[in-house]
Antibody, heavy 119, light 107 residues
């Protein structure tokens, strides 16, 4: 059973860089799926941030593209998110998820990690 | 980006009721639509994919229908554990947008 677990600082200063990692267990990150990041500001809806394939191809939400980098580390079976120049508007729960092409949906999610942008 | 509009945004219902949630896309998305359930403090859970296919392990009282721009999620007989927020998501094109959510509350 594949499981995902986010980790990273819960507090980031304005203008700084948010860095999170998603560890994949119970399966290989090279299994052919895409791996995604989604965020949810407090009390609000879900927003897709971007995705990375097992081969390292990436796609990002257009409005975040200039600030987002998603990378993959196959040796550690994990993938990561970096979001630069953060503001209070980036405060949210950040989720990693698996995008299964066969189902064409996000079928496995991490528990989420809250990141607050504040000085 | 394709916009998804859910209706209603809030729904009050009783155990045993049949409820329907709608999701309208601003452009046609074929059947590239998924439905998720989210409970407070928890990650979303996949219920339906490809508009009408039930995810493994999801109770059969949940069903989805539609294609193109109009979609529905139906719960045939509400159970206490179904009170949650429901989101639709399009996976036809980037940026894989979500609807604004429908909060289902106990009447």
């Amino acid at each position: 059973q594949v499981q995902l677990q986010e980790s990273g600082p819960g507090l980031v200063k304005p203008s700084g860089t948010l860095s999170l990692t998603c560890a994949v267990s119970g399966g290989s990150i090279s299994s052919g799926n895409w791996w995604t990041w989604v965020r949810q500001p407090p009390g609000k809806g879900l927003e897709w941030i971007g995705e990375i394939s097992h081969s390292g191809s990436t796609n990002y939400k257009s409005s975040l593209k200039s600030r987002v980098t998603i990378s993959i580390d196959k040796s550690k079976n994990q993938f990561s998110l970096e979001l630069s120049s953060v503001t209070a508007a980036d405060t949210a729960v950040y989720y990693c998820a698996r995008f299964t092409g066969g189902n064409n949906a996000f079928d496995i999610w991490g528990q989420g990690t809250m990141v607050t942008v504040s000085s | 980006d394709i916009q998804l509009t859910q209706s209603p945004s809030f729904l009050s219902a009783s155990v045993g009721d049949r409820v329907t949630i709608s999701c309208r896309a601003s452009l046609g998305i074929d059947s590239y639509l998924a439905w998720y359930q989210q409970k407070p403090g928890k990650a979303p859970k996949l219920l339906i994919y490809a508009a009408s296919t039930l995810q493994s392990g999801v109770p059969s009282r949940f069903s989805g229908s539609g294609s193109g721009t109009e979609f529905t999620l139906t719960i045939s007989s509400l159970q206490p554990e179904d009170f949650a927020t429901y989101y639709c998501q399009q996976l036809n094109s980037y940026s894989y947008t979500f609807g604004q959510g429908t909060k289902l509350e106990i009447k």
